[in-house]
């Protein structure tokens, strides 16, 4: 396989929280254009998966690959494991995109200005042009029209939105999901899995962490499914939800249904 | 009572107006330029960075001002090597020391005013900014700093209030701000009450001006706090469908 059709992957990566062993070596490679659902039950360490790809977690031991580039790391004298050049880090979440559960929008800005702050303080490109693009991705994901409203005058809809306007401002090579829908009513999750299906079919590289199963099973290429710590499922949605290998995830289904 | 005794005076509560707006104005500027980096560096420092701002601050507002003052004042004039120094012209001036002294103190309320204000910003907005790759320092000027000094608004108000009212010690080491100008009324024609309900008129003033402004200032910069349609207006709307 041609590494430049690596949007991300990791390699045996391991990490605890204490005693905890979250995640007990996973491997995963998302190419790009590929839409991968990760699905497991609560504690099972699909999260911290995810953030580990952005380094919001630093993990114990293994390799995160963006586009090709390796994540550089070193031991501090207590034999942790820490990012060698932040620099670096900060650069390559610059070019991943992070949807949260709680959509985290800052509070203090407008939705415009939310939109539009990574692009011009991070990424320093042009105030005009990112506005531009800004407006571009709100009328997109339908919420043009709250411009300059501050998120708290917001549904929990439109703030998932317009914080997935802020991720696809970046043109993120990748875009990582955390469980995006779970803080939303159910009446307001539709809209936001539409912007998400819309994103799926323009051929973006999304890493979804999901409960919805309709999602997973007809938007994604791809859904692995993550039980203690370990990938026990990894295949497309037919697969991995017709013909299960695991008796683990038959059951997983079954509750969910 | 007699209040033309005021109103032929009235230029010595001018000149002490002015004073205390000087003394008010400047020390709160420079106390909050110097509290906040010493309160991000509370924040984010390590322990040697922090410890010594942590003493600063437990100094200054576990004293009282008054004595704070006269250590400034009275104080380091004992010391020959501060009279024999180049600074002495500077401390022997009761106007510099009433400065250096207010400007000291509410450095350290404001200092804690805003590490808190800092150590309260939302953990996801945080989390958002670090995922988003801004550096420790554009997150502190973009998203904590700011968020920060709106949170902090209403408690600097008060600080803001109680420099101006803690002013009126200034006049105790010589300098005549509004309480020195009624106490050199009250000398003058031993009218104390009015001299000191003129005074009190004037912090008055003074204070509800400031309130005014604070609350302008507050209606810009917390509106993304105020959800829509809880506006008081909204509250006071059914008025409208009894009458018409």
Known sequence: ?257 | MDFSIITSNIDVYLEGMKNTLILVSISLVIGLLLAVPLAVLRVVGNSFVQIPIRIFVYFFRGTPLLVQMFLVYYGLGQFDFIRESFVWPLFKEAYFCALLTFSLNTCAYTVEILRGSMVATPHGEVEAATAAGMSKFLMLRRIILPSAFRRALPAYSNEIIFMLHGSALASVITIVDITGAARIINSRYYSPYEAFITAALFYMAITFTLVFLIRQLEKKWHAHLQPENQSVVKIEAPHENITG
């Open chain 1, 1 to 257: 396989m041609n590494p430049g059709q690596h949007a991300i992957s990791v390699e045996q990566l391991h990490k605890s929280f204490g005693e905890n062993e979250v995640l007990k070596g996973i491997d995963l490679t998302a190419n790009r254009g590929e839409v991968i659902s990760v699905l497991g039950s609560s504690g099972s360490g699909k999260s911290t998966l995810l953030r580990c790809m952005n380094l919001l977690e630093i993990p114990d031991s293994g390799i995160v690959r963006v586009t090709g580039e390796e994540v550089l790391m070193k031991k501090n004298r207590r034999g942790e494991n820490l990012p060698a050049d932040i620099k670096q880090v900060e650069r390559i979440r610059s070019r991943i995109a992070m949807v949260f559960q709680q959509f985290n929008l800052w509070a203090h800005m407008t939705i415009l200005e939310n939109v539009m702050e990574a692009p011009v303080y991070v990424l320093k490109q042009k105030r005009a042009e990112v506005r531009d693009r800004a407006i571009f991705y709100l009328n997109k994901v339908g919420i043009a029209d709250k411009l300059d409203a501050y998120p708290i005058h917001l549904s929990g809809g439109q703030q998932q939105r317009a914080a997935i306007a802020r991720a696809l401002c970046i043109e993120p090579e990748v875009m990582l999901f955390d469980e995006p829908t779970s803080a939303l009513d159910p009446e307001l999750v539709g809209e936001v899995l539409q912007v998400m299906r819309d994103l799926a079919a323009e051929g973006r590289t999304m890493i979804v962490v999901t409960h919805e199963m309709g999602f997973a099973r007809e938007v994604s290429s791809r859904t692995i499914f993550i039980e203690q710590g370990l990938i026990i499922e990894n295949g497309t949605p037919q697969q991995v939800f017709d013909s299960p290998k695991t008796e683990r995830f038959e059951m997983f289904i079954a509750a969910m249904m």
